[in-house]
């Protein structure tokens, strides 16, 4: 029974540093769960903090190729964002489910690739990113930024047009809004919608 005391003194004891890092974690997973539900909320900081990035950019005048950097991020994320989970068009038919593509196959939910709140919480770390990085002249890289604008555009235009292209192609719509609600009744008899 002694052994066990020794054993135990022996294991080393988290130090004060592990310790507050560790609560310092949880207290931050904790604000993170709690922000779920409350999406137009966790929208309106990212605005903000990106606002905030945008007027500290146009201020100091620099840090372009960090902000392009930023909209090429987003694009990724808003593209994987408006991405089924599974891709119809590198799927077999046999090798499991797919996108109805006729009125009378069964409909099976739009999943996203990216969910809205992995797409929020990415968003917000890259804009943090962005703003960090114009701490530090060693991220002012001299650039002609109309050409980054111009670049930016027509690649926007050209994935986005790929994308919708593939969206009508395969029939899917990544929004809820505007898509056919069914009532039905619940189990006293009353009609209800989903």
């Not at 997973?29 to 945008?54: C, E, G, M, N």
């Not at 593939?166 to 898509?179: C, D, E, N, S």
């Amino acid at each position: 029974m002694g052994d066990m005391t020794t054993a135990d003194s022996l294991k080393p004891q988290p130090n004060i540093i592990s310790r507050a890092s560790t609560r310092l974690g949880q207290i931050y997973q904790s604000v993170l769960d709690k922000s779920t539900p409350h999406t137009a909320a966790r929208w309106i900081f990212t605005l903000v903090v990106f606002v905030s990035y945008a007027i500290r950019v146009y201020l100091l005048k620099g840090w372009y190729i960090v902000t392009y950097a930023l909209g090429i991020y987003y694009l990724n994320l808003f593209i994987a964002f408006l991405s089924p989970k599974v891709d119809p068009s590198m799927e077999d038919n046999e090798d499991g489910p797919s996108l109805p593509t006729r009125s009378s196959e069964e409909f099976r939910p739009f999943i996203r690739r990216l969910p809205e709140f992995k797409f929020w919480y990415s968003g917000t770390k890259a804009i943090v990113i962005a703003m960090t990085c114009t701490f530090f002249e060693a991220f002012n890289v001299p650039v002609f930024w109309p050409i980054l604008v111009m670049y930016f555009i027509i690649l926007f235009c050209i994935t986005m047009k790929r994308q919708i292209k593939h969206m009508i192609k395969y029939r899917y719509l990544p929004f809820t809004h505007g898509k056919t609600k069914y009532k039905g009744k619940d189990d006293s008899g009353k009609v209800f919608s989903s």
